[in-house]
């Protein structure tokens, strides 16, 4: 189906930021869109490829997640020895999808549905992934205690780099997800399929 059976996710840096942590993360979410119009299956396909979010230099997506984390920890020092005393992030995602602005037949509208409902989930799956994440990075971090370190230096490195080895496998999760989607044969190929059929 050409190049548009991509759902794409943007891959944004984990951020350490040390500071004060607040009572638990947090996750904030936001929806963009941008139109689209055809009168067909292939119509909408064709200008999903023409006005979607980029997948990479020469493509572009039917749909899109990206995100950013940043992780804030409350560092604590007795007797030389410092500790995590609490660590929380903010998930702020946004979710990018297609918005049909011209009329559809009834036949064309059932079928957008559909195909429109598993773009959704692919991406809300994407999103999953990301909590995931931040929930394995706070159990991570969870009791951190590093001795001889009475200025929290070592221990704020050691809570960054747990952080970043969870966001390293949890990104790794989110690649071996798009693989099995976009694999030819795989559902979102069968999701344009169904869409650009006449009947």
């Given at each position: ?69 940043d ?7 007795k ?16 979710y ?20 429109f ?13 990301a909590?995931q ?67």
């Amino acid at each position: 189906m050409g190049r548009s059976i991509f759902c794409s996710l943007a891959l944004l840096a984990a951020i350490g930021a040390p500071g004060v942590a607040t009572a638990g993360s947090k996750v904030i979410t936001h929806i963009r869109t941008y139109d689209i119009a055809g009168e067909s299956g292939q119509a909408l396909i064709d200008a999903m490829d023409k006005s979607g979010p980029k997948h990479g230099f020469l493509t572009r997506a039917i749909a899109q997640t990206s995100y950013t984390v940043d992780w804030n920890f409350d560092l604590r020092a007795k007797a030389d020895v410092c500790q995590v005393r609490a660590a929380s992030a903010t998930l702020d995602m946004t979710y990018m999808y297609p918005n049909v602005t011209t009329p559809m037949s009834p036949a064309l509208r059932k079928r957008w549905q559909r195909f429109f409902a598993g773009v959704r989930a692919h991406e809300q799956t994407h999103g999953r992934i990301a909590r995931q994440g931040i929930a394995a990075g706070e159990r991570a971090i969870a009791d951190l205690a590093v001795a001889n370190d009475p200025h929290c230096i070592k221990t704020q490195r050691e809570a960054q780099r747990r952080v970043d080895t969870i966001y390293e496998e949890y990104e790794a999760k989110q690649v071996a997800f798009d693989q099995r989607e976009h694999r030819r044969g795989g559902r979102v190929e069968a999701l344009v399929a169904r869409l650009v059929r006449e009947r």
